[in-house]
């Protein structure tokens, strides 16, 4: 789990901005972090980035939804350095949905107190996932207000399904994290789902919800490995023809090398990321040139014929 959290603007004229934050031990942000992010989001165009300064690292996203159009807010995670960014991915998606739907700009302290009933629920929802007798204690707690409420066969049926399903969906779960682990996606996806049909079925509807969710994104992984497969082989290849058609080629390059940044930083690859940012830059940079070399070549053919 994250280490921090925190909500912020970038104002068009003023940069980067913290209007709130949470962390849950002594950190801060740094303004070269803050830049960093300015730059993945607004002149790369990515809704969420990744960054690192000084051991610290930081996954930042978004938030988009029709009531915060144009604001430009974003919410940004600090992470520790061993936790993995795409498996956590889910979960984060969880609480931006959250606090999307709850926030108050206006009122600072209602932020910050958001973020910190977030980072608590989430933690609770981990804690759910990773012991069986926390989910057992909740569909205790489930059947009693039925038994309340005189629901005397839906609360027997619950008391059947808690005997078994806690312990089969911690099992299934934990199946599916080692799949996810050994880069079979597929069967991870299929066991991420099988989990949350179980979890259905003890009306867990926040399980459910991430689960379904976390399927969903790693089911994405298997194409976006091959698209970045064959994006480079398209680069190759084009790379290859300069001798036949010279240097507007360049051109061509550009999109397929922008396609390969973004799954980069889909996986939290920085060193790639980094030095595709590179190649990017040079092959503008070429395209330039190229450009004004062809204006060139016009004009003076154009001269030559008039010789």
Do not use: C
Request: net charge negative; hydrophobic share 35%; no cysteine.
């Amino acid at each position: 789990m994250p280490q921090g959290i925190f909500i912020y603007e970038i104002a068009p004229e003023f940069g980067p901005n913290v209007l709130a934050k949470y962390f849950l031990s002594d950190l801060k942000i740094d303004k070269e972090i803050l830049e960093k992010l300015n730059e993945k989001h607004i002149e790369k165009n990515l809704v969420d980035a990744t960054t690192e300064q000084n051991g610290t690292r930081v996954y930042s996203s978004k938030l988009e939804s029709e009531s915060l159009e144009d604001k430009n807010l974003y919410l940004g995670f600090i992470l520790r350095e061993d936790e993995d960014l795409v498996s956590l991915k889910s979960i984060f998606e969880n609480m931006e949905q959250n606090i999307v739907e709850n926030i108050e700009l206006d009122d600072k302290k209602q932020m910050e107190t958001l973020l910190k009933d977030t980072v608590n629920s989430i933690l609770s929802l981990m804690d759910k996932l990773k012991e069986p007798s926390i989910i057992q204690e909740t569909i205790n707690e489930k059947t009693k207000i039925l038994l309340d409420e005189g629901k005397l066969q839906e609360a027997r049926e619950l008391i059947d399904l808690g005997e078994e399903i806690p312990g089969e969906l911690s099992e299934t779960i934990k199946e599916a994290d080692e799949y996810y682990q050994k880069e079979d996606y597929k069967k991870a996806k299929k066991r991420f789902l099988k989990a949350a049909e179980l979890a259905e079925e003890i009306q867990e509807e926040e399980i459910v919800r991430f689960l379904k969710n976390k399927a969903e994104k790693v089911g994405t992984f298997p194409d976006l490995i091959d698209e970045g497969e064959d994006l480079e082989d398209n680069v190759k290849d084009i790379f290859d023809d300069f001798e036949k058609n010279q240097l507007r080629l360049y051109d061509k390059l550009i999109e397929p090398v922008e396609r390969l940044i973004e799954i980069a930083n889909t996986f939290e690859e920085n060193e790639k990321y980094e030095f595709l940012m590179d190649l990017l830059r040079n092959i503008k940079k070429a395209s330039k040139l190229a450009q004004e070399l062809y204006d060139l070549d016009e004009v003076i053919a154009d001269r030559m014929k008039k010789l």
